[in-house]
Protein backbone atom coordinates (compact mmCIF):
# COMPACT_ATOMS: atom_id res chain seq x y z
CA UNK A 1 0.00 0.00 0.00
CA UNK A 2 3.02 2.38 0.08
CA UNK A 3 1.38 3.95 3.53
CA UNK A 4 3.47 3.25 6.81
CA UNK A 5 3.04 5.21 10.22
CA UNK A 6 5.98 6.92 10.86
CA UNK A 7 6.27 9.25 13.87
CA UNK A 8 4.97 13.15 13.44
CA UNK A 9 7.51 15.23 12.15
CA UNK A 10 8.60 19.01 13.98
CA UNK A 11 6.17 21.18 12.87
CA UNK A 12 8.18 23.89 12.37
CA UNK A 13 7.90 24.81 8.96
CA UNK A 14 4.98 23.03 7.93
CA UNK A 15 1.75 24.02 8.23
CA UNK A 16 -0.98 22.17 9.07
CA UNK A 17 -4.09 21.48 6.58
CA UNK A 18 -6.94 20.16 7.10
CA UNK A 19 -7.96 17.88 4.01
CA UNK A 20 -10.75 15.69 5.80
CA UNK A 21 -12.59 15.49 8.98
CA UNK A 22 -14.74 12.17 9.96
CA UNK A 23 -17.05 12.98 12.93
CA UNK A 24 -18.21 9.31 13.23
CA UNK A 25 -15.32 7.00 12.97
CA UNK A 26 -17.38 4.47 14.81
CA UNK A 27 -20.05 4.17 12.49
CA UNK A 28 -18.55 1.19 11.94
CA UNK A 29 -16.56 0.15 14.73
CA UNK A 30 -13.98 -2.10 13.03
CA UNK A 31 -12.62 1.03 12.14
CA UNK A 32 -12.62 2.86 15.24
CA UNK A 33 -10.99 -0.37 16.12
CA UNK A 34 -8.34 -0.52 13.33
CA UNK A 35 -7.15 3.31 14.56
CA UNK A 36 -7.15 2.45 18.18
CA UNK A 37 -4.55 -0.49 16.92
CA UNK A 38 -2.62 1.28 14.80
CA UNK A 39 -1.60 4.42 16.76
CA UNK A 40 -1.78 2.29 19.86
CA UNK A 41 -4.33 4.66 21.24
CA UNK A 42 -5.45 3.22 24.09
CA UNK A 43 -1.89 4.24 25.70
CA UNK A 44 -1.67 7.95 22.88
CA UNK A 45 -4.61 8.77 23.94
CA UNK A 46 -5.21 12.84 22.95
CA UNK A 47 -1.64 13.22 23.99
CA UNK A 48 -0.28 13.23 20.30
CA UNK A 49 -1.36 12.95 16.91
CA UNK A 50 -0.78 9.78 14.35
CA UNK A 51 1.19 10.12 11.15
CA UNK A 52 1.48 8.65 8.07
CA UNK A 53 4.12 8.29 5.03
CA UNK A 54 2.34 8.12 1.87
CA UNK A 55 3.15 6.73 -1.75
CA UNK A 56 4.38 10.49 -2.44
CA UNK A 57 6.63 10.51 0.60
CA UNK A 58 4.67 13.24 2.11
CA UNK A 59 3.55 12.89 5.70
CA UNK A 60 -0.34 13.33 6.59
CA UNK A 61 -1.01 14.22 10.39
CA UNK A 62 -4.42 12.03 11.59
CA UNK A 63 -5.54 14.53 14.49
CA UNK A 64 -7.78 11.78 16.60
CA UNK A 65 -11.36 13.71 18.16
CA UNK A 66 -12.95 12.66 21.24
CA UNK A 67 -16.83 13.07 22.37
CA UNK A 68 -17.78 13.44 25.59
CA UNK A 69 -20.35 9.79 25.96
CA UNK A 70 -18.38 7.74 23.03
CA UNK A 71 -15.68 5.91 22.92
CA UNK A 72 -12.50 7.17 21.69
CA UNK A 73 -11.59 8.15 19.52
CA UNK A 74 -14.84 9.60 18.08
CA UNK A 75 -13.41 11.26 14.88
CA UNK A 76 -10.14 12.02 13.20
CA UNK A 77 -9.43 14.52 10.85
CA UNK A 78 -6.32 14.19 8.51
CA UNK A 79 -3.90 16.88 7.72
CA UNK A 80 -2.02 17.56 4.97
CA UNK A 81 1.82 19.21 5.67
CA UNK A 82 2.61 21.43 3.03
CA UNK A 83 5.45 23.47 3.71
CA UNK A 84 5.64 27.26 4.55
CA UNK A 85 3.86 29.23 2.56
CA UNK A 86 3.44 26.82 -0.32
CA UNK A 87 -0.18 26.16 -1.76
CA UNK A 88 -1.04 22.52 -1.25
CA UNK A 89 -0.73 20.23 -4.49
CA UNK A 90 -4.57 18.94 -4.73
CA UNK A 91 -3.98 15.85 -6.73
CA UNK A 92 -1.32 14.96 -5.78
CA UNK A 93 -3.00 15.44 -2.40
CA UNK A 94 -6.03 13.58 -3.35
CA UNK A 95 -3.88 10.52 -4.67
CA UNK A 96 -1.99 10.25 -1.27
CA UNK A 97 -5.76 10.31 0.70
CA UNK A 98 -7.09 7.41 -2.20
CA UNK A 99 -3.69 5.77 -0.39
CA UNK A 100 -4.57 6.25 2.88
CA UNK A 101 -8.32 4.85 2.20
CA UNK A 102 -6.82 2.05 0.76
CA UNK A 103 -4.85 1.13 3.47
CA UNK A 104 -7.43 1.65 6.13
CA UNK A 105 -9.67 -0.51 4.54
CA UNK A 106 -7.30 -3.16 4.24
CA UNK A 107 -6.51 -2.90 7.91
CA UNK A 108 -9.79 -3.17 8.98
CA UNK A 109 -10.56 -5.97 6.93
CA UNK A 110 -12.96 -8.68 5.97
CA UNK A 111 -16.02 -7.99 5.18
CA UNK A 112 -14.66 -4.64 3.97
CA UNK A 113 -12.34 -4.91 0.94
CA UNK A 114 -9.73 -3.03 -1.17
CA UNK A 115 -11.42 -3.98 -4.29
CA UNK A 116 -14.65 -3.25 -2.82
CA UNK A 117 -13.23 0.09 -2.49
CA UNK A 118 -11.31 0.74 -5.33
CA UNK A 119 -14.86 -0.71 -7.34
CA UNK A 120 -17.00 2.37 -5.69
CA UNK A 121 -14.20 5.05 -6.40
CA UNK A 122 -14.28 3.64 -10.04
CA UNK A 123 -17.92 3.16 -10.02
CA UNK A 124 -18.34 7.53 -9.08
CA UNK A 125 -15.13 8.09 -11.90
CA UNK A 126 -12.93 9.31 -9.05
CA UNK A 127 -10.22 10.97 -10.72
CA UNK A 128 -7.31 9.04 -8.16
CA UNK A 129 -8.98 5.73 -8.92
CA UNK A 130 -8.00 5.74 -12.39
CA UNK B 1 -23.60 29.12 1.82
CA UNK B 2 -26.47 28.96 -0.95
CA UNK B 3 -29.27 31.22 -0.79
CA UNK B 4 -29.86 31.96 -4.24
CA UNK B 5 -31.20 29.46 -6.89
CA UNK B 6 -28.07 28.41 -8.33
CA UNK B 7 -27.56 29.67 -12.08
CA UNK B 8 -28.57 26.24 -13.51
CA UNK B 9 -31.77 25.96 -12.22
CA UNK B 10 -33.17 29.67 -13.27
CA UNK B 11 -34.68 29.00 -16.51
CA UNK B 12 -36.77 26.25 -14.53
CA UNK B 13 -37.37 27.29 -11.11
CA UNK B 14 -39.22 30.34 -11.06
CA UNK B 15 -40.35 30.21 -7.80
CA UNK B 16 -39.60 33.00 -4.87
CA UNK B 17 -37.56 31.48 -2.47
CA UNK B 18 -39.12 31.83 1.05
CA UNK B 19 -37.55 31.12 4.45
CA UNK B 20 -38.55 29.65 7.92
CA UNK B 21 -36.96 28.92 11.10
CA UNK B 22 -37.51 25.44 12.21
CA UNK B 23 -35.48 24.31 15.63
CA UNK B 24 -32.96 27.34 14.46
CA UNK B 25 -32.46 26.78 10.77
CA UNK B 26 -32.81 27.94 7.57
CA UNK B 27 -35.52 26.25 6.20
CA UNK B 28 -36.49 27.28 2.38
CA UNK B 29 -39.61 26.55 0.73
CA UNK B 30 -41.75 27.40 -2.21
CA UNK B 31 -45.15 28.32 -1.44
CA UNK B 32 -47.29 28.65 -4.27
CA UNK B 33 -51.00 28.94 -5.56
CA UNK B 34 -54.00 28.50 -3.19
CA UNK B 35 -56.66 25.99 -2.71
CA UNK B 36 -55.56 22.21 -0.80
CA UNK B 37 -52.13 22.19 -0.41
CA UNK B 38 -49.99 19.46 -1.76
CA UNK B 39 -46.10 19.11 -0.17
CA UNK B 40 -43.65 17.39 -1.67
CA UNK B 41 -41.25 16.30 -0.03
CA UNK B 42 -37.38 15.19 -1.84
CA UNK B 43 -34.49 13.28 -0.45
CA UNK B 44 -31.16 12.99 -0.83
CA UNK B 45 -28.91 14.51 -2.32
CA UNK B 46 -31.76 16.40 -4.03
CA UNK B 47 -33.74 19.75 -3.48
CA UNK B 48 -37.29 21.07 -4.16
CA UNK B 49 -36.07 21.49 -8.27
CA UNK B 50 -36.39 17.50 -8.43
CA UNK B 51 -40.54 18.92 -8.56
CA UNK B 52 -39.84 21.09 -11.16
CA UNK B 53 -42.04 18.59 -13.96
CA UNK B 54 -44.74 18.20 -10.84
CA UNK B 55 -45.42 21.11 -9.97
CA UNK B 56 -46.78 23.57 -12.91
CA UNK B 57 -49.79 21.02 -13.55
CA UNK B 58 -50.48 21.34 -9.58
CA UNK B 59 -50.77 24.97 -9.47
CA UNK B 60 -52.87 25.10 -12.68
CA UNK B 61 -55.22 22.79 -11.16
CA UNK B 62 -55.82 25.51 -8.85
CA UNK B 63 -54.01 23.66 -5.98
CA UNK B 64 -51.52 25.10 -3.13
CA UNK B 65 -47.96 23.76 -3.63
CA UNK B 66 -45.82 23.67 -0.95
CA UNK B 67 -42.10 22.46 -1.58
CA UNK B 68 -39.29 22.59 1.40
CA UNK B 69 -35.75 22.34 0.76
CA UNK B 70 -34.36 19.65 3.82
CA UNK B 71 -32.24 21.19 5.92
CA UNK B 72 -28.94 20.44 4.98
CA UNK B 73 -29.59 20.39 1.01
CA UNK B 74 -30.83 23.14 -1.50
CA UNK B 75 -31.39 26.53 -0.59
CA UNK B 76 -32.23 25.79 3.05
CA UNK B 77 -29.43 26.43 5.60
CA UNK B 78 -26.29 23.78 6.15
CA UNK B 79 -25.29 22.97 9.53
CA UNK B 80 -21.47 21.70 9.36
CA UNK B 81 -21.64 18.87 12.02
CA UNK B 82 -22.77 15.39 11.57
CA UNK B 83 -24.28 16.03 15.02
CA UNK B 84 -26.82 18.62 13.99
CA UNK B 85 -28.50 16.01 11.49
CA UNK B 86 -31.13 13.37 13.11
CA UNK B 87 -33.81 11.60 11.74
CA UNK B 88 -35.97 12.86 14.40
CA UNK B 89 -34.65 16.05 13.83
CA UNK B 90 -35.60 16.08 10.25
CA UNK B 91 -39.10 15.24 11.46
CA UNK B 92 -39.70 17.85 13.62
CA UNK B 93 -38.61 20.35 11.27
CA UNK B 94 -41.35 19.21 8.80
CA UNK B 95 -43.37 19.47 11.89
CA UNK B 96 -42.11 22.85 12.64
CA UNK B 97 -43.10 24.25 8.91
CA UNK B 98 -46.45 22.54 8.55
CA UNK B 99 -47.48 24.15 11.67
CA UNK B 100 -46.05 27.80 10.55
CA UNK B 101 -47.51 27.34 7.37
CA UNK B 102 -50.80 26.15 9.11
CA UNK B 103 -51.40 23.75 6.41
CA UNK B 104 -54.84 21.98 6.47
CA UNK B 105 -56.26 19.20 4.53
CA UNK B 106 -52.89 18.96 3.13
CA UNK B 107 -51.48 15.64 0.77
CA UNK B 108 -47.62 14.55 1.48
CA UNK B 109 -45.88 13.52 -1.36
CA UNK B 110 -42.79 11.48 -0.28
CA UNK B 111 -39.67 10.43 -1.86
CA UNK B 112 -36.64 8.87 -0.65
CA UNK B 113 -35.66 10.27 3.16
CA UNK B 114 -39.22 12.51 2.08
CA UNK B 115 -40.54 9.47 2.71
CA UNK B 116 -39.70 8.85 6.62
CA UNK B 117 -39.25 12.63 7.67
CA UNK B 118 -42.83 13.30 6.21
CA UNK B 119 -44.54 10.40 7.27
CA UNK B 120 -42.98 11.25 10.76
CA UNK B 121 -44.67 14.52 10.27
CA UNK B 122 -47.93 13.28 9.18
CA UNK B 123 -48.07 10.74 11.97
CA UNK B 124 -47.60 13.84 14.44
CA UNK B 125 -49.65 16.17 12.87
CA UNK B 126 -52.27 13.79 11.92
CA UNK B 127 -55.14 16.36 11.91
CA UNK B 128 -53.21 18.12 9.17
CA UNK B 129 -53.05 15.50 6.53
CA UNK B 130 -55.79 14.66 4.13
CA UNK B 131 -53.95 12.26 1.56
CA UNK B 132 -50.47 10.37 1.20
CA UNK B 133 -48.13 9.97 -2.71
CA UNK B 134 -45.76 7.39 -1.51
CA UNK B 135 -42.73 6.60 -4.08
CA UNK B 136 -39.66 4.89 -4.06
CA UNK B 137 -38.67 5.08 -0.44
CA UNK B 138 -39.53 3.02 2.44
CA UNK B 139 -40.86 2.66 6.30
CA UNK B 140 -39.48 0.27 8.48
CA UNK B 141 -36.65 -0.90 10.38
CA UNK B 142 -35.08 -3.70 8.45
CA UNK B 143 -32.30 -2.28 5.87
CA UNK B 144 -34.41 -1.26 2.43
CA UNK B 145 -32.77 -3.05 0.34
CA UNK B 146 -30.25 -6.03 -0.79
CA UNK B 147 -28.55 -3.03 -2.23
CA UNK B 148 -28.36 -1.20 0.80
CA UNK B 149 -27.17 -4.09 2.46
CA UNK B 150 -23.80 -4.72 0.74
CA UNK B 151 -20.19 -3.48 0.85
CA UNK B 152 -19.91 -2.58 -2.41
CA UNK B 153 -21.30 0.04 -3.30
CA UNK B 154 -23.25 1.44 -0.66
CA UNK B 155 -21.83 0.65 2.81
CA UNK B 156 -18.63 1.60 1.13
CA UNK B 157 -19.61 5.29 0.02
CA UNK B 158 -20.93 6.28 3.87
CA UNK B 159 -18.01 4.45 5.55
CA UNK B 160 -15.54 6.38 8.07
CA UNK B 161 -13.76 8.75 5.88
CA UNK B 162 -14.98 6.48 2.63
CA UNK B 163 -18.16 9.13 2.80
CA UNK B 164 -16.25 12.58 3.68
CA UNK B 165 -13.95 11.99 0.77
CA UNK B 166 -16.37 10.36 -1.91
CA UNK B 167 -19.24 12.24 -1.37
CA UNK B 168 -18.09 14.86 0.39
CA UNK B 169 -14.96 16.33 -1.73
CA UNK B 170 -15.62 14.67 -5.03
CA UNK B 171 -19.37 14.91 -4.65
CA UNK B 172 -20.47 11.61 -5.78
CA UNK B 173 -24.27 11.95 -4.75
CA UNK B 174 -25.03 14.85 -6.08
CA UNK B 175 -23.33 14.07 -9.60
CA UNK B 176 -22.55 10.95 -10.73
CA UNK B 177 -24.84 9.43 -8.29
CA UNK B 178 -28.28 11.05 -9.85
CA UNK B 179 -27.14 10.36 -12.71
CA UNK B 180 -26.72 6.21 -12.19
CA UNK B 181 -30.22 6.81 -10.56
CA UNK B 182 -32.09 8.23 -13.42
CA UNK B 183 -33.53 6.30 -17.33
CA UNK B 184 -32.73 8.80 -19.59
CA UNK B 185 -29.37 10.33 -18.54
CA UNK B 186 -28.34 12.36 -21.46
CA UNK B 187 -30.96 14.49 -20.94
CA UNK B 188 -30.63 14.41 -17.09
CA UNK B 189 -27.40 15.35 -17.86
CA UNK B 190 -27.95 18.00 -20.35
CA UNK B 191 -30.74 19.40 -18.30
CA UNK B 192 -30.75 18.80 -14.58
CA UNK B 193 -27.22 17.57 -13.70
CA UNK B 194 -25.54 20.74 -12.81
CA UNK B 195 -28.73 22.14 -11.05
CA UNK B 196 -28.18 19.28 -8.12
CA UNK B 197 -24.19 20.00 -8.15
CA UNK B 198 -24.73 23.76 -7.98
CA UNK B 199 -26.97 23.32 -5.24
CA UNK B 200 -23.86 21.72 -2.81
CA UNK B 201 -20.89 23.74 -4.02
CA UNK B 202 -18.29 23.06 -1.99
CA UNK B 203 -17.54 19.55 -0.29
CA UNK B 204 -18.93 20.82 3.57
CA UNK B 205 -22.11 21.81 1.94
CA UNK B 206 -22.26 17.70 1.15
CA UNK B 207 -22.43 16.96 4.75
CA UNK B 208 -26.04 15.65 4.66
CA UNK B 209 -25.49 13.21 1.51
CA UNK B 210 -23.29 10.95 3.70
CA UNK B 211 -24.75 11.12 6.80
CA UNK B 212 -28.31 10.21 5.44
CA UNK B 213 -26.76 6.71 4.43
CA UNK B 214 -25.88 6.51 8.11
CA UNK B 215 -28.78 6.78 9.45
CA UNK B 216 -30.65 3.84 7.31
CA UNK B 217 -31.09 1.23 10.29
CA UNK B 218 -28.93 -1.57 8.71
CA UNK B 219 -27.73 -3.42 11.74
CA UNK B 220 -29.41 -4.98 14.61
CA UNK B 221 -30.39 -2.46 17.04
CA UNK B 222 -28.65 1.03 15.42
CA UNK B 223 -30.15 4.16 15.60
CA UNK B 224 -33.24 5.45 14.42
CA UNK B 225 -34.19 1.60 14.76
CA UNK B 226 -37.31 2.20 17.15
CA UNK B 227 -38.71 5.12 14.73
CA UNK B 228 -38.89 3.29 12.02
CA UNK B 229 -40.59 0.57 13.90
CA UNK B 230 -42.65 4.00 14.90
CA UNK B 231 -43.44 4.62 11.50
CA UNK B 232 -44.52 1.00 9.70
CA UNK B 233 -46.83 0.89 12.93
CA UNK B 234 -48.38 4.15 12.28
CA UNK B 235 -48.91 3.62 8.25
CA UNK B 236 -50.16 0.09 9.54
CA UNK B 237 -53.15 1.82 11.30
CA UNK B 238 -53.30 5.01 9.17
CA UNK B 239 -56.90 5.19 6.82
CA UNK B 240 -55.75 8.27 4.54
CA UNK B 241 -56.11 7.56 0.98
CA UNK B 242 -52.96 6.27 -0.31
CA UNK B 243 -51.36 6.69 -3.92
CA UNK B 244 -48.10 4.04 -4.81
CA UNK B 245 -46.53 5.83 -7.45
CA UNK B 246 -42.70 4.06 -8.69
CA UNK B 247 -40.51 4.07 -11.41
CA UNK B 248 -40.56 0.92 -13.57
CA UNK B 249 -37.01 0.94 -14.13
CA UNK B 250 -36.54 1.29 -10.04
CA UNK B 251 -33.68 -1.36 -9.16
CA UNK B 252 -33.21 0.18 -5.94
CA UNK B 253 -36.08 0.14 -4.08
CA UNK B 254 -37.30 -1.98 -6.75
CA UNK B 255 -41.17 -1.69 -7.17
CA UNK B 256 -41.78 -5.78 -6.94
CA UNK B 257 -40.35 -5.17 -3.27
CA UNK B 258 -41.09 -2.09 -2.07
CA UNK B 259 -44.18 -1.01 -3.91
CA UNK B 260 -45.75 -4.79 -2.66
CA UNK B 261 -44.45 -3.89 1.04
CA UNK B 262 -46.12 -1.11 1.32
CA UNK B 263 -49.40 -2.23 -0.67
CA UNK B 264 -49.08 -5.04 2.57
CA UNK B 265 -48.90 -2.19 4.68
CA UNK B 266 -51.66 0.08 3.50
CA UNK B 267 -54.01 -2.25 2.17
CA UNK B 268 -56.11 0.14 0.80
CA UNK B 269 -53.81 2.56 -0.83
CA UNK B 270 -54.20 2.38 -4.51
CA UNK B 271 -51.66 1.53 -7.42
CA UNK B 272 -48.63 1.19 -7.63
CA UNK B 273 -48.87 2.94 -10.57
CA UNK B 274 -45.77 2.41 -12.41
CA UNK B 275 -44.27 4.84 -14.51
CA UNK B 276 -40.81 5.48 -16.55
CA UNK B 277 -38.30 5.87 -13.48
CA UNK B 278 -35.40 4.48 -11.93
CA UNK B 279 -35.27 5.91 -7.98
CA UNK B 280 -34.98 9.24 -9.11
CA UNK B 281 -38.96 8.76 -11.29
CA UNK B 282 -39.90 12.74 -11.09
CA UNK B 283 -37.04 13.51 -13.57
CA UNK B 284 -38.58 10.79 -16.61
CA UNK B 285 -41.88 11.00 -15.22
CA UNK B 286 -42.65 14.43 -14.12
CA UNK B 287 -45.93 15.28 -15.58
CA UNK B 288 -47.20 12.23 -15.97
CA UNK B 289 -47.08 11.88 -11.92
CA UNK B 290 -48.56 15.06 -11.42
CA UNK B 291 -51.52 13.88 -13.65
CA UNK B 292 -51.91 10.57 -11.59
CA UNK B 293 -51.44 12.84 -8.28
CA UNK B 294 -54.55 15.15 -9.20
CA UNK B 295 -56.55 12.31 -10.88
CA UNK B 296 -56.06 10.66 -7.09
CA UNK B 297 -56.96 13.68 -5.47
CA UNK B 298 -59.95 14.57 -7.76
CA UNK B 299 -61.53 10.87 -7.29
CA UNK B 300 -60.89 11.35 -3.59
CA UNK B 301 -62.63 14.80 -3.29
CA UNK B 302 -58.86 15.90 -1.78
Known amino acids: MDVTVIPAPALDGL ?65 ALPPGLEPLDEAEADRDLYAILRWMVAGVGAPWSVEALEGTARLYRVPAAG | MTIAVPD ?37 PAWGYLYRDVIPPLLAAGRRVVVPDMIGF ?34 FVCHDWGGPTGFGCALTEPGRVAALAIMSTWAWPSPPAAFHD ?65 WIPLDDGVR ?16 WPTLLVWGREDEVFDAATFAARFKALIPHAEGPHLVRGRHFLQEDSGPEIAALLLEFLTRNGV
Open chain 1, 15 to 79: RPTPLLTEERVGHYPEFRDFFRRSFDLDRVGLAAPGCVRAPSGNPYLLVFLGRSGEPFPSGVEIQ
Open chain 2, 8 to 44: PARADWPYTARFARVNGRRMAHVDEGSGAPVLLLHGN
Open chain 2, 74 to 107: GLSEKPRSEHAHSLDGHISNLVALVRQLDLRDAT
Open chain 2, 150 to 214: AIFPWRMMHAPLVGPWLLGTHGALAGRGMYLSVVDRARFRDRAQAAYEAALPDPADRLLTWVWPR
Open chain 2, 224 to 239: ATARFAWLEAGLRASC
